[in-house]
T-cell receptor
C-alpha cells in the first residue's frame, strides 16, 4: 500500500466550476500535511498547509480528517491558471522529509 | 527573493557514465534534501542533511549514489555508474527550522 494515495486524474473542469481533490495517507503518526502545486516541468511549490480545523486561502480550502487519514482540497471559481498537478504531501511520523502522492492532474477548460 | 540554485538544469549521459549534480540552498538554511521525481510520480526523498551531517539516507541506492555537504552549505549528488532507470528529475530543497521546504528548479537527467 502506498503511503500517500491520490487519484491521478486528469480532472477536466470548466472555468468557474468548483473542483475537489482527495488523498489518503497510511502513516497514522504523520504530523504535518500540505498541498503542493507543480506546473509542467517545474519544481513543486507550497500551495497551503492543512490543519485539522480546516483552513482557507482565497478560493482554496483544505481539510484534514485524522481519524480517516484523509486530506482534501477544494478550489472554487476555478481559473485557467489553476491548471497544474496538485500533490498531496505528508511529513513527520518518524521521517523529516516530505512524502508525496503521485499528484492529481487538473485541466481547467475555457 | 532568495532561491535554491541547482546545476546543471539538464544532463544527458550514457549508461555506465558518472554524473554529478550541484545544489546551493537558500542562505542560512541548515536542512537540505535531495529528491528524485520520475515522470508521472511524486518526488521521493533520497537523502537529508542537517548542516554537514546525513540525517536520513535510507532511500539512497548506496551502491551507485553518493551525496555530500562537506561545509554544510552547498551539496553534490553523484551517480556512478548511471543506469537507464536513473532518468528522472533530481530536486534539491532546503528549509530553515520547521518552516516551508523550498525547492530548486531541478536537474533533468536523461540516461541513454
Amino acid at each position: 500500500r502506498k503511503e500517500v494515495e491520490q487519484d491521478p486524474g486528469p480532472f477536466n473542469v470548466p472555468e468557474g466550476a468548483t473542483v475537489a481533490f482527495n488523498c489518503t495517507y497510511s502513516n497514522s503518526a504523520s504530523q504535518s500535511f500540505f498541498w503542493y502545486r507543480q506546473d509542467c516541468r517545474k519544481e513543486p511549490k507550497l500551495l497551503m498547509s492543512v490543519y485539522s480545523s480546516g483552513n482557507e486561502d482565497g478560493r482554496f480550502t483544505a481539510q484534514l480528517n485524522r481519524a480517516s487519514q484523509y486530506i482534501s482540497l477544494l478550489i472554487r471559481d476555478s481559473k485557467l491558471s489553476d491548471s497544474a498537478t496538485y500533490l498531496c504531501v505528508v511529513a513527520g511520523g518518524g521521517a523529516d522529509g516530505l512524502t508525496f502522492g503521485k499528484g492529481t492532474h487538473l485541466i481547467i477548460q475555457p | 527573493e532568495a532561491e535554491v540554485a541547482q546545476s546543471p538544469r539538464y544532463k544527458i549521459t550514457e549508461k555506465s557514465q558518472a554524473v554529478a549534480f550541484w545544489c546551493d540552498p537558500i542562505s542560512g538554511h541548515a536542512t537540505l534534501y535531495w529528491y528524485r521525481q520520475i515522470l508521472g510520480q511524486g518526488p521521493e526523498l533520497l537523502v537529508q542533511f542537517q548542516d554537514e551531517s546525513v540525517v536520513d539516507d535510507s532511500q539512497l541506492p548506496k551502491d551507485r549514489f553518493s551525496a555530500e555537504r562537506l561545509k554544510g552549505v552547498d551539496s553534490t549528488l553523484k551517480i556512478q555508474p548511471a543506469e537507464l532507470g536513473d532518468s528522472a528529475m533530481y530536486l534539491c530543497a532546503s528549509r530553515s527550522g520547521y518552516n516551508e521546504q523550498f525547492f530548486g528548479p531541478g536537474t533533468r537527467l536523461t540516461v541513454l
